[in-house]
């Protein structure tokens, strides 16, 4: 028996290690091949998380960025309003362009505080927020602002009301005060009544006779009464006469005058004098006279001017 045993031994005891070495190096390369896939897994799932993460962090920074953008927009946008809604109320009135320079000063300070604000202002955040709470004031600004003009142009309005109600009522007054004036002055003008025209020839002795005949007049002669007026004022009035010949043209005798009517026009006189007016009847006569006899027939036209307003205006036919 043991030389049995001694001959198995010797003839099968090396290839039973070798396989048992065998069985060893593939369990220990399949350990390091799993320990390599682990590493493998592990490596693929790190560089998926940091994928993931670093795909929020740029979308997280993405928002950031396009929050901040419509931030600055909405300032520009809300600056460039407030300008323009200012502007257009400008030149209505001077105590709103009073205002609105105010106003407009107040909004480029704003304007000066934000374009600070962007330059110095590096964390996105922080600006980001700071650019809204700015939003915020400047629109404060902005209602705060046109509160004051809607109140100043109602204010303005109802001072525009009462300004015109007061034209009006002015207005009215002055109407009524030339109405009165137009009543005073026609009742304090002075009037000339009973007006006789005569002819008259001079005789070789100087007397003078009535006459018809054209050829034979010397003279004209014009008597009328200055009615009484108790509204007129007194003192010293000039009185014209005017004669008229048939031609149109003045008769201008020894007593000639000018004077400005109450057209504004100037005005020649046949004759003209001075009287004290007391405010009773006054009696007048106003003539004509030329040694020589010049006159032609037909209708000569008399006219009496009281202060330069014609008061009278008849016609005479001489023959």
């Known amino acids: 028996m043991p030389l049995v045993y001694h001959i198995l031994s010797v003839s099968f005891g090396k290839p039973r290690l070798k396989f048992t070495n065998r069985m060893a190096e593939e369990k220990q390369n399949r350990s390091s091949l799993i320990v390599l896939l ?19 962090m740029v979308v997280e920074h993405g928002t950031e960025v396009d ?3 419509n931030a600055r927009v909405e300032v ?31 909004v480029a300070a704003q304007e000066e505080k934000i374009r600070k604000l962007i330059a110095t202002e590096k964390d996105a955040n922080k600006l980001n927020k700071r650019l809204k709470e700015e ?34 009522q002015v207005t009215d007054l002055s109407q009524q005060k030339n ?19 005569n002819s008259f020839k001079k005789k070789s002795s100087g007397k003078f006779v009535e006459s018809v005949l054209a050829r034979k007049t010397n003279k004209l002669e014009a008597c009328f009464t200055i009615m009484d007026n108790k509204v007129a004022s007194t003192g010293d009035k000039m009185v014209y006469l005017r004669i008229l010949a048939p031609n149109g043209k003045v008769l201008m005798g020894f007593t000639k005058a000018a004077f400005t009517s109450s057209e504004n026009e100037e005005v020649e006189a046949t004759a003209s004098q001075k009287i004290n007016y007391t405010g009773e009847k006054q009696d007048l006569c106003l003539s004509y006279e030329n040694d020589e006899r010049i006159l032609e027939p037909g209708t000569y036209v008399i006219q009496v001017y009281l202060e330069g307003t014609l008061v009278h205006q008849s016609n005479s036919i001489l023959k």
């Not at 002055?185 to 000339?192: I, V």
């Open 76 to 106: 520009e946008r809300e600056l460039a309003s407030t300008k323009m809604e200012l502007e257009k109320y400008m030149g209505i009135a001077g105590n709103l362009d009073t205002l609105l320079s105010e106003e407009k000063l107040k």
């Open 38 to 56: 682990l590493l493998l897994v592990a490596s693929i799932g790190f560089n998926i998380y940091q994928f993931k993460n670093q795909k929020t």
């Open 179 to 197: 109405l009165l004036e137009q009543k005073v002055n026609t009742a304090s003008q002075l009037k000339a009544e009973y007006v006789k025209v």
């Open 135 to 168: 939003l915020a004031e400047l629109k404060k600004l902005r209602d705060e602002s046109l509160e004051k003009i809607d109140a100043l142009l109602a204010e303005n309005k109802a001072l525009k009301e009462q300004n015109e109600s007061l034209n009006s």
């Open 67 to 69: 929050s901040l953008i």
